[in-house]
Structure formats: C-alpha cells, structure tokens
C-alpha cells in the first residue's frame, strides 16, 4: 500500500489530481483543503489513503497527515462514506472539524450534502472521545506544516504503540533543543524512543 506519492503535478484539479512519477501517473482524490495547499506547485508530496472496494481501488491524497488522519475517522462513522467524508473535508478545516465535534456543534454539518442531523448527531457521538485523544490539534497541524520528518516520526510511533499525546510532547522537546535541528526520521524516532522508554 501507498503511504505518500511524491512527484510532478501533471493535472491538478478542485477535487483530483495526477501526480507523475517516473512516468507513471497516479490519480488521486483530493478536498479542496489539499487543493488549497497545492495550489500552483509543480510538484508535492501527498499522504495517501487507500480505499479498496470488491470493483475499485481508488486513492485519495491529503497534503497534511492530520486531514487523512480526520479522513479516516470520518469513514469509521456508520453511515459515511469516501465521497461524504472528502465532502466534510472540503466544507470544514481538520481544525474547525475536530472543533465542531468538541463542541457538538450538529449546525457546522447542516451544509454538507450527505449530513443530515442524525448523521451529524452520530459522527459527534462516534468521534468526540477520539477528537480529545488527539490532544492539542494547535501543535500537531504546527507539527505538520513544520517538518514532514516529525510528522512521519510522529506516525511511525504511533504505529509502534504509543500514545499520540505523549508522542507529541516528546517530538516537541526534542525539535525545540538546538542541536536536533534537521534530524532525520530515523534519528528523531530514536531519539523520542529514549525519553518514551
């Protein structure tokens, strides 16, 4: 499976792209949040949900880690599906979306096409315990927009068992001391497995 694709942009589009890599170019769905963010560069680098169905493999890219994170929890929702969940993210920021369900603001929804308000009541009901696990959404999209090396630490720590918000403060220090500038991701994983351990 594809984690990102980074390469020329061939087609960019409101709501797909085709980045060429190598010669082979590759369809992505995209929100406007990632369209916004790409907007006028030749090339990117963009973080890739895979959605494999029995007749589709379709894939959909994301410019920062924190929206496909928010794509996902959206999909986890009965009821809502790619399309619907792309749609959220074109109407709302990741910010606003983790807000609006913090707040169980059911009105943010009422614009988006395929959010009634029992699905907007259930996406709350589903999401809320997971939108305060995240923890301080100010540092993870400053995180993001930053440094794609502590956004890829911060997934692959995660992904070895730890809990995002201790991970998060750990990458933090460890990119304000001076003498971590311009780590690697290898160096910064090893680096936060020392004060996690």
Request: glycine share 6%; aromatic share 8%; hydrophobic share 40%.
């Amino acid at each position: 499976m594809f984690y990102y694709l980074e390469g020329k942009l061939s087609i960019i589009d409101p709501t797909f792209v085709v980045i060429d890599i190598g010669g082979v170019g590759y369809h992505l769905q995209i929100s406007l949040q990632t369209y916004q963010a790409i907007q006028g560069k030749e090339s990117t680098r963009l973080f890739v949900y895979n959605h494999i169905k029995e007749d589709a493999f379709t894939l959909f890219g994301f410019s920062e880690v924190i929206e496909k994170s928010m794509f996902s929890h959206l999909l986890s929702v009965s009821g809502i599906g790619p399309n619907t969940a792309r749609l959220v993210l074109s109407s709302l920021t990741s910010k606003e979306l983790r807000m609006a369900i913090l707040g169980e603001k059911v009105e943010a929804f009422k614009k988006i096409k395929g959010i009634g308000p029992k699905t907007a009541k259930r996406l709350i009901l589903d999401l809320k315990d997971k939108m305060q696990r995240l923890g301080d959404e100010n540092v993870e999209l400053e995180l993001s927009q930053e440094n794609r090396a502590i956004d890829e630490a911060l997934m692959a720590l995660i992904a070895l068992g730890f809990q995002r918000n201790a991970v998060q403060k750990v990458l933090k220090v460890i990119e304000n001391q001076e003498e971590n500038k311009n780590l690697t991701v290898e160096s910064l994983i090893k680096e936060a497995l020392k004060k996690l351990s």
